[in-house]
Structure formats: C-alpha cells, structure tokens
C-alpha cells in the first residue's frame, strides 16, 4: 500500500512529505531580532486579510500568506482553501472565532468559557496537520468596548491548549490599539502567547512610540492596516465621513508600508493588509483593495510593489480629486432639491487604455457598527445620470431631502479599476 501512495505521488508530481506533513513554524531571537522561521528558512509575511478576491491573485501579486477571522464550519470548504493556499505557495494564519464582550459573550460563565475552549480544540485538531497553516489566531479585537479582563483568562487557556495540541504553529491574538495596561494584562493572565496582532490604520506611524510606551519588547505582526479609518477621518457638517479615493489610499498604503511595517526589522514580523476582497463598511469601497465587480484597484498594485519592488505591467487608472457643483467633499457640499448640477472626475492611464466611467447615488450609511461587524449597502437612489463618457457627469438632485453619496469608478477594460466617492446632503430649496 505505501509503494503505491509513493507511486501515485509520483504521478502528480509531489514528494511524499507533502501529503499531511505541519509546517514546521518557530519564531526565532537571532542577533537582538525576531525571525519567524518556516520549515527553518526565514519567512517575512507579506500577506492580506483574505474577503474573497482570491488566494491566486494573491500570490500572482507577491503576496505570501493571508489571514482569516474564523475557522467557519465547513471542514470541506477550509481544507479546500488550505489546499488552494498550498498549491499557490501561501501560508495561512488561521482565524479562531472567540467570543466577544460586545456581542454578548460573558467571561464570568464558566461554562461557555469551557464550551467555546472545548470547540477551538476540535477546530486545531482539525486542521493543525495541513502544512499550510502558518499560525493560529485567538479572536480578533478582543479588546475592543470590553471590561471584563477574564476575556485575557480565557485566551491563555486557549493558548495552552493550542501549544498542548499543536506543538508546530505559534499562537497570537489581534488587538485593536495597545497601551500599556492592556500589555500588562497580556503578561499576566495570557503569557504563553508567542506574539502579538497589532491593528492600526491612520495611527499606524504611531506604531514606534506605541511600542515603546506600552512595554511590548516581544515578536508582532500587523494583522490589519490600510487607508485611514472611516472613525479618524474628516467628517461634513452633517458628520458624515470623507473618504479618501483610491489614488490616494494607494500611496498612503506604500508610505505607511514603506516607513512603518518594513522598517521594524526588530519585532516585526510582516502584516496582513486589510481588505483583499471587498466589503461594506460605511461605503461599499472604504477597505477593499478590490471592487465589488471584482477590479483591482491602484492599492493592489500599490502593494504589489511594496512586496516585489515592480510595478505590474498594466496598472490601474489613476484620478484626481471628485469635485461636485466645483467643490470637494470636505467643502460639506449641500444641493438643492430637484435642482440640476455637474460632477467632474479628471483621470488618466498611463498604459494608454481606454477608460469607462461607471456612477452611481446611494443613500448615506445609517450604520453604527464597529469592528468591522456586518453592514448592509445603503439602497441606491433612482435618479437620471447623463455622463459624458470624459469623466463629466450631470443629474438633478433627489427630490427627497437627505444625506447621499455619489460615487464614480473608473474602468480601464483590463480588469483594473480607480474610484472615488463624494457625500453630499439636499435641503429644500
């Protein structure tokens, strides 16, 4: 029976070791610096949040890892993204779903602390062999509106029990913002953590002193980060965020890359940028790195050249600030009922593609939610659009009085795509 396995692996051109054989992942203290080690070569995660867009783009871009938020509970569907990931020469930080305070998790219950412990154990065995799997992830943003500290208990526990069940993979948890009484919490009630999830997005430059301040001398990973956060960013009068446009996220992604998370050679052991999918969270564009129709976007490329020091060979369009009735968006542009007016977009391509402007009115986000928790897409508003095919666009404003945003993307044929979004509110005239 072995000679035949052997042979059929042969046949598929795998070697034996390949067939169910854990990574072998250690974090390293060489030289006064943190090395995470792969199998005993030196791996500097170059990864992404993964939402969708796909683990080959990933890898075809010079991305070497994704991670997820939860383990879901289709065995089938994570052990076929697991093989996926392996074919494309990726690892996986592997999400662990852990009860939050502000969803009602309460870490005075015994019982569901034992149960959900009892459950992550199941999960690790599950997967725990596939050599894949880079390192396990305890919850995300545990720290986020929480009081209770057993919370910091309950992720020493789990942390124990993954080192007891799984002696290959590192285990670290994500916290949203550090100082140093939480790194203190850390310490004392979960130590056997080998590493730290750090998630920052406009503040990310604050990251040195952070670490400085708040005593963590120990290996971390950037787990999120990306364009500033819809929660640090302008607001219209009417408080509605501004949104940077894509051009711009994309240098802020290779400024911050470039001076933050590449610099610390010391503690730091790589990121995940957020997002390489799509979502809604207050718009439909704020955190993917991709469309909703499944366009890269200048991030992509962005991020492309901050993991291989090349650009693609066709890259997206770019844009100039989105002016509607002549002013931006943090002019707090107000329109009149009913009434006409003009938006304008200048774009360009530097390979020369012909360029398609796609617009469209929603209504403003209503969402409070926090954390990245689930939002819906605001409805669309059914007015009349006459663009001018250049990047002109005009309509007449909602009857309706009311917070909107017009957004604009810019379509180069080749699969890439900018974008660019304005709020604007209608009083009566």
């Given at each position: 029976m072995l000679q035949r396995i052997l042979v059929v692996l042969m046949v598929l051109g795998l070697s034996p070791g390949a067939v169910a054989a854990p990574s072998q992942v250690r974090i390293t203290h060489e030289d006064g610096r943190y090395v995470l080690r792969v199998d005993g070569q030196p791996f500097r995660i170059k990864g992404a949040g993964m939402a969708g867009a796909g683990p080959e783009a990933l890898a075809a871009r010079g991305g070497n890892s994704f991670r997820t938020w939860d383990t879901g509970t289709d065995v089938a569907e994570v052990r076929a993204m697991l093989d996926l990931a392996q074919r494309n020469g990726l690892k996986i930080a592997m999400g662990i779903s852990v009860g939050n305070e502000r969803h009602g998790f309460d870490y005075d219950d015994g019982a569901?602390?034992?149960?959900?412990?009892?459950?992550?154990?199941?999960?690790?065995?599950?997967?725990?062999?596939?050599?894949?799997?880079?390192?396990?992830?305890?919850?995300?943003?545990?720290?986020l509106h929480y009081r209770n500290p057993k919370v910091w208990n309950a992720v020493g526990a789990i942390t124990d029990m993954i080192h007891r069940e799984d002696p290959n993979h590192p285990v670290m948890t994500t916290l949203a913002g550090f100082d140093r009484p939480l790194i203190d919490l850390l310490k004392a009630r979960a130590p056997s953590l080998d590493l730290i999830g750090i998630q920052l997005y406009g503040d990310i430059g604050a990251l040195p002193d952070k670490l400085r301040t708040s005593g963590w001398t120990g290996?971390?990973?950037?787990?999120?980060?990306?364009?500033?956060?819809?929660?640090?960013?302008?607001?219209?009068?009417?408080?509605?965020?501004?949104?940077?446009?894509?051009?711009?996220?994309?240098?802020?992604?290779?400024?911050?890359?470039?001076?933050?998370?590449?610099?610390?050679?010391?503690?730091?052991?790589?990121?995940?940028?957020?997002?390489?999918?799509?979502?809604?969270?207050?718009?439909?564009?704020?955190?993917?790195?991709?469309?909703?129709?499944?366009?890269?976007?200048?991030?992509?490329?962005?991020?492309?050249?901050?993991?291989?020091?090349?650009?693609?060979?066709?890259?997206?369009?770019?844009?100039?600030?989105?002016?509607?009735?002549?002013?931006?968006?943090?002019?707090?542009?107000?329109?009149?009922?009913?009434?006409?007016?003009?938006?304008?977009?200048?774009?360009?391509?530097?390979?020369?593609?012909?360029?398609?402007?796609?617009?469209?009115?929603?209504?403003?986000?209503?969402?409070?939610?926090?954390?990245?928790?689930r939002e819906d897409v605001p409805p669309a508003v059914k007015i009349a659009l006459h663009e001018d095919g250049n990047g002109g666009l005009r309509f007449d404003a909602p009857k309706a009085p009311g917070a909107y945003r017009l957004f604009v993307e810019v379509l180069d044929g080749q699969g890439h795509a900018a974008y660019a979004n304005l709020p604007f509110r209608v009083v009566k005239p």
């Open positions: 569901a602390v034992a149960s959900q412990l009892a459950r992550i154990r199941e999960e690790v065995n599950l997967y725990k062999d596939h050599p894949a799997v880079l390192m396990w992830v305890v919850g995300n943003e545990l720290n290996p971390y990973v950037v787990t999120e980060w990306g364009p500033t956060g819809h929660w640090e960013s302008p607001l219209t009068s009417w408080k509605a965020p501004v949104e940077d446009d894509a051009t711009r996220k994309a240098q802020l992604l290779q400024q911050r890359y470039e001076r933050v998370i590449d610099a610390d050679t010391t503690q730091g052991l790589g990121s995940y940028v957020f997002l390489w999918g799509n979502k809604q969270e207050r718009t439909p564009t704020w955190y993917g790195l991709f469309l909703p129709g499944g366009e890269s976007t200048p991030a992509v490329d962005a991020m492309q050249y901050v993991w291989t020091g090349a650009w693609p060979a066709n890259r997206a369009p770019s844009t100039t600030t989105l002016r509607l009735d002549g002013r931006v968006a943090t002019d707090s542009v107000t329109l009149q009922a009913g009434k006409p007016y003009a938006a304008k977009i200048e774009a360009q391509d530097a390979d020369g593609d012909a360029l398609q402007y796609r617009w469209t009115v929603l209504h403003e986000s209503t969402a409070t939610s926090i954390g990245g928790d």
